[in-house]
């Protein structure tokens, strides 16, 4: 199984600040024959489902704010928000679907300062 | 609009049974693979199973594999998790979710969830 470790379990950053979560798989989810990585990245506020929000690595969902980006390959993956807003106060997860089982990090916790 | 709406959900003794469905509207159902995910309380997500777009796939986490089956009546629009065996471990929110290309692999993210349904393992 290919195991995803987040860093850190949890951060505080001040509003309009910049917030960055760390994704490390213990495989490669790059998958040579389309040259894509199968990562993506879910933000889950309290009481509701999580939302895919970043897909491929960093192909923002429709309708998600410029503010959230995506980068990396391979094994290690970053979830960047620019500035951060009250709204984006949530638990963020990354998952890979390059192969079953699909598997999740633990998540990260954003909160403000 | 996409929708997708769990129930069955419930508390249950240990080695007691209960199925789940999940009702989806709003896509054409038979075009895309179906998950479910669970989330025990105050925990992170975990896949549970997934099924292809003509239940000629299926997988499952090693932690449910003999004691769950998943399975879909494209027909009905509908989404089901047989659970049996059940143990303390099982309690969880239990949430459906849509893949989010049409394909028969189970290879994509989740684009769409429902609010889950509670299932609470307890004697």
């Known amino acids: 199984d290919i195991v995803m470790t987040q860093s850190p379990d949890s951060l505080a950053v001040s509003l309009g600040e910049r917030a960055t979560i760390n994704c490390k798989s213990s495989?490669?989810?790059?998958?040579?024959?389309?040259?894509?990585?199968?990562l993506t990245w879910y933000q889950q506020k309290p009481g509701q489902p999580p939302k895919m929000i970043i897909y491929?690595?960093?192909t923002r969902e429709s309708g998600v704010p410029d503010r959230f980006s995506g980068s990396g390959s391979g094994t290690d993956f970053t979830l960047t928000i620019s500035s951060l807003q009250a709204e984006d106060v949530a638990v963020y997860y990354c998952?890979?679907?390059?192969?079953?089982?699909?598997?999740f990090g633990g998540g990260t916790k954003v909160e403000i300062k | 609009e996409v929708q997708l709406v769990e129930s069955g959900g419930g508390l249950v003794q240990p080695g007691r049974s209960l199925r789940l469905s999940c009702a989806a509207s709003?896509?054409?159902?038979?075009?895309?693979?179906m998950h479910w995910v669970r989330q025990a309380p105050g925990k992170g997500l975990e896949w549970v199973s997934g099924?292809?777009?003509?239940?000629?796939?299926?997988d499952y986490a090693d932690s449910v594999k003999g004691r769950f089956t998943i399975s879909r009546d494209n027909a009905k629009n509908s989404l089901y998790l047989q659970m049996n065996s059940l143990t303390t471990e099982d309690t969880a929110l239990y949430y459906c979710?849509?893949?989010?290309?049409?394909?028969?692999?189970?290879?994509?993210?989740?684009?769409?969830w429902g609010q889950g349904t509670l299932v609470t393992v307890s004697s």
């Open positions: 998952q890979q679907y390059y192969t079953t089982p699909l598997t």
């Open positions: 491929w690595a960093s």
């Open positions: 979710a849509k893949g989010a290309l049409p394909a028969a692999i189970l290879n994509f993210p989740f684009d769409y």
């Open positions: 709003g896509f054409t159902f038979d075009d895309y693979a």
């Open positions: 495989q490669s989810v790059l998958y040579s024959s389309d040259n894509k990585n199968y």
């Open positions: 099924i292809s777009w003509n239940s000629g796939r299926t």
